[in-house]
């Protein structure tokens, strides 16, 4: 069962990681995949996994962070041309 939930924390991460590009909610997502590969490191055993997808949910958070800064101070001013 830990298996199956490895696969579709994966798979999830991967898709979001794919369609980040659309919308600053697929690099939310992004994150959310990232914090289930990295329970499954720790539901697994696999230590090193564990802290390493921790610190990708981590990276994932401030990118989506400054992404949604960034969208906001152009939807205030306009887009540039």
């Known amino acids: 069962m830990v298996t199956v939930f490895g696969a ?3 798979s999830f991460m ?3 990681y794919w369609l980040e590009q ?3 909610w697929f690099v939310a997502m992004f994150a959310i995949g990232c914090a289930a590969s990295s329970a499954y490191g720790w539901l697994s055993g696999a230590y090193p ?3 390493v997808e921790a610190l990708w949910a981590l990276v994932a958070l401030g990118r989506f962070k400054r992404r949604s800064e960034t969208e906001r101070q152009t939807a205030a001013t306009g887009p540039r041309r």
């Open 22 to 24: 659309r919308s600053r």
């Open 49 to 51: 996994f564990f802290v």
């Open 8 to 10: 579709a924390a994966v």
């Open 14 to 16: 991967f898709v979001t």
